[in-house]
């Protein structure tokens, strides 16, 4: 039996149809060919605006909130398999039927907000570099906030070698993620029994002011709306067979392959979230929340200098590889709903200043301790997105006249349409909150 043939190309912004897959022989050989935009996806459910949230709430209430990290990647799950579906059966992204079926003020409108989002979450991964940038070579935060740019040579190589470097590459950072922190919780030593007690719910969730906030932060930050837009595209780069058995089999190895790389991207996130109990919250330390704060005592509660190290080199692969999937989401967003097109080195750099400048701003007049605000910023002005990406993609994905007989099935979309208002509704909480503190 010959290997499946798994080949890459030079392609566009979003390569569709650029990976051969194998049509037959046994399912893991097929499957290896549809791994790879499930990762793309996941980048953005353990970037660096979601680290925040994960260290306060362990610092703050120990275990308590896995149950919530739990959930809240279930969640991302389910989004991120319509998406997939979305764009395997329409053979279209979500930016390019938004544009199909919406007028053009409102097309133009869904697409403003939406680079809005990107640049908030290229936002969040400019702070994260830098300040791992900072801690690593002690680079002061408004030169590493400078550096960030040069990432746009990185990502422009990548993208001239073909769609399979570029996962490959996002793949790899993941993995140095995740190894850091899987020696992390070692190092922590966390009370196991206590760990599996955080993932049964617990009503003081809602009825205690603080753990709320924190819980509907870890929400808020965790689903990402450019990544619906990303997904819904790079499934599409797949060469798969078109007939109705070889687009099932297709959704049936996407959603394998968003499954397993988010439930590695929940491990991180549950990882920082046990580190920080294990380490801060034990030892009395219940206020940090900052970056920097994290690292500088990871080491020495440890006892071990190499803990807060890890912590760095893991911040510093998650900003890098969230880089690249802001880029080619801001790709994927231009070209579906305005058809407009920019050369990635054009469109890299155009996002990154919109990132660097208020950055810049605020490490030059508020210093060091601006950089968390500025963080948590990003992620309410992502929560304010994300309607506008949830609402046409359970729309699309639930009519007939897009999916046929691949429409979601009604019991599945009245779960995504509660799921929505759950998210929506919790989301409004944490920008009143963050808006009267």
Known sequence: ??????????????GQRSVAVAGH???????????????LVAVGYMDPGNWATDLGGGAAYGYTLLWIICLSSCMAMLLQ??????????????AQLCRRHSSRRSALAQWLLCEVAICACDLAEVIGTAIALKLLFDIP????????ALDVLVILWLQQRGFRYLEAFVMALLG????????????????WHAVAAGFIPSAQTVTDPGMLYLAIGIIGATVMPHNLYLHSSTV???????SEDGTRKAISFASVDIVVALCLAFLVNAAILITSAAVFHTTGHTGVADLEQAYLLLGPLTGAALASVLFAVALLSAGLSSSVTAT??????????????????????????????????????????????LLIFSQVVLSLQLPFAMWPLIRYTSSHAIMGRFATPRPVAWLAWSMMSLIVSLNLVLIWKTLAD
Do not use: H
């Not at 039996?1 to 979003?14: K, L, R, S, Y």
């Open 25 to 39: 022989g046994p399912w893991w050989r097929r499957f290896l060919g549809f791994i790879g935009p499930g990762y």
């Open 328 to 373: 080619l989401a801001g790709q994927i967003v231009m070209e579906g709903f305005v058809q407009l097109k920019l050369a990635p080195w054009a469109r890299r750099l155009l996002t990154r200043a919109v990132a660097i400048v208020p950055a810049l701003l605020v490490t030059s007049v508020y210093g060091d301790r601006g950089v968390t605000s």
């Open 236 to 242: 599409q780069t797949r060469r798969f067979n078109t």
């Open 1 to 14: 039996m010959t290997p499946p043939v798994i080949t890459a190309e030079p392609a566009g912004a979003n």
């Open 141 to 148: 935060l408004s030169y590493g906030v400078v550096l960030t």
């Open 176 to 191: 140095i993620v995740f190894l850091c922190f899987a020696v992390n919780l070692l190092l922590a030593q966390p009370k």
């Open 81 to 94: 398999i319509l998406s997939a579906r979305l764009g395997i059966v329409a053979q279209a992204d979500l």
